[in-house]
């Protein structure tokens, strides 16, 4: 009897413990920057990573130039940024593993060189 006692106790301790672990994995910061220079249209970044969960994305827009960030897989639209000037946006996405693309949807701005990958692991 007193074994069978010692082996529930182990095992809610492992169970407590397999909580704490992902509450831990929840609060990390999944952070990503991103930000646009002066001028130029590009970001300062062509490649970011992050781990794979809800990620915060920080947009710093250095430019008078409005910009914005959108982030795609393929042709699916994942999520977007405000578009905005000399200031700082945020928004999140929920993602999993895999390769994204991240541009802004100002018209000409992607196809001159405003965009970059996301890689998510
Ligand atoms: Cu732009």
């Known amino acids: 009897m007193r074994r069978l006692v010692l082996t529930l106790?182990?095992?809610?301790?492992?169970a407590a413990a397999a909580v704490s672990t992902a509450a831990t994995t929840t609060t990390t910061p999944n952070v990503?920057?991103?930000g646009a220079p002066v001028s130029a249209l590009k970001y300062d970044q062509k490649v970011v990573r992050a781990?794979?969960?809800?990620i915060k994305i920080v947009f710093l827009?250095?430019?008078?130039?409005?910009?914005?960030?959108?982030?795609?897989?393929?042709?699916?639209?994942?999520?977007?940024?405000?578009?905005?000037s000399r200031s700082t946006t945020t928004f999140f996405v929920t993602l999993k593993a895999g390769k994204y693309n991240f541009y802004c949807s100002?018209?000409?701005?992607?196809?001159?060189?405003?965009?970059?990958?996301?890689?998510?692991?």
């Open 61 to 84: 827009n250095r430019s008078a130039l409005k910009h914005n960030v959108n982030v795609e897989r393929g042709e699916l639209e994942l999520g977007k940024s405000a578009t905005i």
């Open 106 to 121: 100002v018209p000409g701005h992607e196809d001159a060189g405003m965009h970059g990958t996301l890689i998510v692991s």
């Open 32 to 34: 990503v920057h991103l």
């Open 51 to 54: 781990h794979a969960g809800r």
């Open 9 to 14: 106790v182990a095992a809610g301790a492992l």
